[in-house]
C-alpha cells in the first residue's frame, strides 16, 4: 500500500503543525476542525509558520506555495472518503477520540490507516471502537512539530506489521527520525519526561528554589535547551496535567501524582504560554 493522501483531525497546534510538514512533504492533505473560526485559526497558525520557515531561509516562496496548494480544509469528516491516512490531533480525553474514530470508521474506506498522535492513551482501547483495529496505531508528533525531528510510533499487539511497515516509511518520507514504543502508557519519551516535570512543580510548591533558579540550573548544570516549567508552559499544563492524570491512573506511581499546585493552575485556566499566562507571565 502507498499512502498519497492524508486526512488530520484537528488543526491546533499539533494538528497544524502536522498538517504542514504532511503537505511540505508532496501528500495531498485534508485538514478537519470543529467550526470555520477554528479552521481559520490554524490556517493563519501554517501561514506563519510557513513565512516564517522562508523568512530564515529554510524553504523557498516556491516551496511555501508547494505546501499551500496541496493543503485543504474542511469542518466535516465525511470529507475523509478518499484518504489513504488519517493523523488525528485532538484533546488527550479517550471518549473524544473515541467518538470521532467510530465516525471516521463509517466514513474512510477500508484501505485506510488510523493513526493516533495521542501522547499516553491506550491505542487498543481507541481501536476496540473501529471494525479496523488491526489497521490502527499511535504516531506520536512534537511540538513545534516543523521544527521537531522525532516521531513515536507506537506498534500495539494488534496492528498488521504491513500496516506498521507502512507508517513507518511515511514517517520517515516527512523527515523525521522514528522510534518505536510499546502501547503503555507515556510511550517512551513521556514516560521520562513526565515525573521531571512533576517533581519540578513540586519544587516550587515546597518553596525549595523560584522557576527561575529551577530552570537556570537544569539548562546551565544540565546543558538542557529549556528548563522544566518554561517547557511545561510551552508543551501546556493542561496537556501535562491530562497525561499524569491517564498514567496515574494506569500505573497507580505517586510519580505520576499531578501536584495540587499543577491542578490549581489548570483549573484557574494558566495552561502556559498558548493561554498568554502559566508559571510565567506571556502577556
Not at 8 to 31: D, F, P
Not at 187 to 196: A, D, H, Q, R, T
Not at 199 to 213: F, W
Request: aromatic residues 8%; neutral net charge; hydrophobic residues 40%.
Amino acid at each position: 500500500m502507498e499512502i498519497k493522501r492524508v486526512g488530520v483531525v484537528g488543526c491546533g497546534l499539533m494538528g497544524s503543525g502536522i498538517a504542514e510538514v504532511c503537505a511540505k512533504s508532496g501528500y495531498k492533505t485534508k485538514v478537519r476542525e470543529v467550526s470555520e473560526e477554528v479552521l481559520k485559526k490554524g490556517q493563519e497558525r501554517i501561514n506563519k509558520s510557513l513565512d516564517k520557515a522562508v523568512e530564515r531561509g529554510k524553504a523557498t516562496p516556491e516551496q511555501k506555495k508547494q505546501t499551500l496548494e496541496n493543503l485543504s480544509f474542511t469542518t466535516k469528516l465525511e470529507d475523509f472518503k478518499e484518504v489513504d491516512l488519517v493523523i488525528e490531533a485532538v484533546i488527550e480525553n479517550m471518549e473524544e477520540k473515541k467518538e470521532i474514530y467510530r465516525a471516521l470508521d463509517s466514513v474512510c474506506p477500508p484501505h485506510t490507516i488510523f493513526a493516533s498522535n495521542t501522547s499516553s492513551l491506550s491505542i487498543v482501547e481507541m481501536g476496540s471502537v473501529t471494525k479496523r483495529i488491526s489497521k490502527m496505531l499511535g504516531m506520536h508528533f512534537f511540538n513545534p512539530v516543523p521544527v521537531m525531528k522525532l516521531v513515536e510510533l507506537v506498534k500495539p499487539i494488534t496492528v498488521l506489521e504491513e500496516i506498521f511497515e507502512t507508517t513507518k516509511k511515511f514517517a520517515q518520507s516527512l523527515g523525521k527520525t522514528v522510534i518505536i514504543a510499546k502501547d503503555t502508557p507515556g510511550f517512551i519519551v513521556n514516560l521520562l519526561l513526565v515525573p521531571y516535570l512533576l517533581d519540578a512543580v513540586r519544587a516550587i510548591e515546597s518553596g525549595l528554589a523560584t522557576k527561575e533558579d529551577i530552570d537556570t540550573g537544569m539548562t546551565l548544570g544540565c546543558g538542557h535547551p529549556m528548563g522544566p516549567i518554561a517547557l511545561l508552559d510551552f508543551v501546556g499544563l493542561d496537556t501535562t496535567y491530562y497525561i499524569a492524570e491517564a498514567m496515574y491512573q494506569e500505573f497507580k506511581d505517586t510519580r505520576y501524582a499531578a501536584p495540587p499546585l499543577l491542578k490549581t493552575m489548570v483549573l484557574a485556566g494558566f495552561n502556559g504560554k498558548k493561554a498568554g499566562r502559566g508559571f510565567y507571565n506571556y502577556q
